[in-house]
């Protein structure tokens, strides 16, 4: 398309209507002039307001890329800048408005980071913006051809006298470095005779794995709506349940709610929650105003295979685990340990496990448990799964066909038994084998009993947070754990801990975190009926402690640490005990009649 200059009088016409604003459709804008003034907060034309203007970034006059000669609109925003340009309109006579305009985007930089084209419109002078509609996501790469794009401007701004429109240019999600830059060109407002609702969805299709008696994790759908007359309904069939809130509320059908005639973006949540095995088959409806849009759903619900380990005695000693060859055969687990596996590519920390990992441990891609020798066993994911073949040996060359269905890693789990045994302390090491680009985590739990492998989990606070973790960092770092279980862990015939490998950074994209499990060490004391004799046998203070502990009579104690090491014992009565020396931790006092304490030395 020509573009077609302006005469001096079309640009008197343009300048009074600064003051009357643009009131007359439809209306068209194709950038041919350039901007009457660069700065903060300006007009860069009659009744267009940059929040910064500039010659060639942030907001700015583009002569090199464009849809139709001479120039366009162009946006680059940055870690600290999001572009805003502000139409003013008089709707006073006009209902049912319309825009349509070309948008494409343009490589700045050699960053990896999309930017994103939202548009809203306000009444109240821009105090409150309505109708925020994600019109496109534009990646930092030079695309060939412009794009037409639409968006239909609220019914709550029909017959308006002061209405805002605004185009927003933000920074998308994921990727790093430098934005995008958004070019913009030929608008054209109209006025619909007839306007229909709209209502659309994000997804064509959700697929899910479900363990029987587990639901899964939800996957969202985005739902846009315009020129609506009601609320819109979303349903779906058993299994499937559909919430607005990823926790709770889930069932079969939720109301969407729009304003002023609009749906901006609320995300549904979905999930599949049966309780047959087998493969299913769904829809999830959006209805409402005479409209609906649909999203194909599909389950496959599996019932769990994972298996308990034989629990250790730690009547019989320590139990340790300290490596791990990557030479073990597919199916082979550590002494009183088991590796379980699931079907989700990037696991929360309550994914579902499905089986026991059976693939071989000298595997160098796709999803696996790797033997790291003397550095223990390690925990990767990536996009896909490993070929059967593969998988068990059988077939080292399988590039083609069946995959493992629940072959990703997954959790590494020890059982112990703890009858006649207290103060359980766990000590551990977590490394990143590789660092990669998704932050991944070993989260820290336990369980009194066996049974069904997705049940009764319970984290382990860590004085800083409600759980103990370690999170992936630079490669090679490691970082060394002790950890008491809880009390309810001593003298039970079967207790079970696991390590967790889940993510922890959403929303990132890229190769995700190798982590591993090492060095693990469980200590006991001898049960003494309960955690913590206490009689008024003595009283000793303060504690916590970081210097002296006081006795309120002279007692004969020893002092241990909780690994049963003998740290400090009188051979006569005292009154006070210097702890200034001792590393902080958890420690028991004994008297020589047999009354225990704890203290905490800090």
């Keep these: 398309m020509k573009k077609l200059l302006l005469s001096a009088a079309a640009l008197f016409a343009i300048q009074f209507a600064a003051t009357a604003q643009i009131s007359t459709l439809p209306y068209t804008q194709d950038f041919t002039e350039a901007f009457s003034a660069t700065g903060t907060n300006v007009q860069i034309y009659p009744n267009y307001t940059a929040n910064e203007a500039q010659t060639s970034t942030r907001i700015f006059w583009d002569q090199t890329d464009y849809n139709s000669a001479p120039a366009a ?24 408005v319309n825009l349509a305009f070309m948008a494409k985007s343009m490589a700045n930089g050699t960053g990896t980071r999309p930017s994103t084209l939202t548009l809203a419109v306000s009444t109240d002078g821009g105090t409150t913006w309505i109708g925020d509609q994600l019109v496109a996501t534009l990646p930092n790469e030079n695309q060939t051809a412009f794009t037409a794009y639409t968006y239909t401007l609220p019914a709550a701004v029909n017959n308006q006298s002061a209405v805002k429109l605004r185009f927003f240019v933000s920074t998308g999600t994921g990727g790093s470095g430098t934005r995008a830059k958004v070019v913009i060109d030929d608008l054209a407002f109209s006025v619909s005779q007839v306007v229909q609702p709209t209502l659309s969805a994000n ?7 479900q363990t029987v008696g587990t639901p899964t994790q939800p996957q969202v759908v985005a739902v846009t709506g315009s020129n609506l007359t009601a609320d819109a309904t979303a349903t779906v069939a058993a299994p499937f349940e559909v919430s607005l809130s990823p926790t709770s509320g889930f069932a079969t059908s939720v109301t969407v709610p729009q304003t002023s005639g609009a749906i901006n973006g609320t995300t549904l949540y979905v999930r599949s929650n049966g309780s047959t095995a087998g493969t299913y088959t769904g829809t999830l409806n959006i209805a409402g105003s005479g409209i609906t849009a649909s999203v194909a759903l599909n389950t496959t619900l599996v019932v769990s295979t994972a298996s308990n380990p034989e629990p250790f005695n730690l ?14 055969a597919a199916g082979t687990y550590p002494a009183n340990m088991k590796f379980w596996a699931h079907a989700s590519t990037d696991p929360t920390i309550d994914v579902a496990f499905n089986e026991d990992y059976s693939c071989l441990y000298s595997l160098t891609t796709r999803s696996r448990f790797s033997g790291q020798g003397d550095a223990g066993i390690s925990m990767v994911n990536t996009g896909s799964a490993q070929f059967t073949g593969v998988c068990d040996g059988s077939d080292p060359t399988q590039a083609t066909g069946d995959t493992v269905l629940n072959g990703r890693a997954g959790a590494v789990v020890l059982a112990l038994n703890t009858t006649a045994r ?22 820290m739990q336990y369980r009194i009993g066996a049974g069904a492998p997705n049940t009764n989990w319970m984290d382990i606070a860590d004085g800083t947070n409600n759980y103990t973790q370690y999170q992936s960092a630079e490669t090679g770092n490691t970082a060394s754990f002790t950890t008491m279980l809880p009390a309810d862990a001593n003298n039970q015939p079967v207790v079970q801990v696991r390590w967790v490998y889940s993510y922890v950074e959403t929303g990132v994209t890229g190769s995700r975190a190798e982590v591993a499990l090492d060095d693990v060490t469980v200590t006991s004391d001898e049960y003494l009926g309960l955690d913590e004799v206490s009689n008024n046998e003595f009283v000793m203070y303060p504690n916590p402690a970081n210097s002296v502990v006081n006795f309120t009579k002279p007692v004969k104690v020893t002092l241990y640490d909780y690994t049963g090491k003998t740290i400090f014992n009188s051979d006569k009565e005292i009154t006070t005990l210097n702890v200034s020396g001792y590393a902080t931790g958890i420690y028991l006092v004994k008297t020589a009649t047999g009354a225990v304490k704890k203290l905490i030395i800090k």
Aim: hydrophobic residues 40%.
């Design 203 to 209: 997804a064509t299709s959700l697929t899910f794995t």
């Design 315 to 328: 009547a019989s000693g320590n139990y340790t685990f300290n490596a791990w060859p990557a030479e073990s």
């Design 422 to 443: 207290q103060n359980i302390t766990v000590a551990w090491k977590g490394a990143t084998i590789a660092q990669n680009n998704r932050v991944y985590a070993l989260r």
């Design 73 to 96: 609109l162009s946006v680059i925003p940055t870690g600290g800048f999001d572009g805003q340009l502000v139409l003013d309109f008089n709707l006073a006579n006009y209902s049912n």
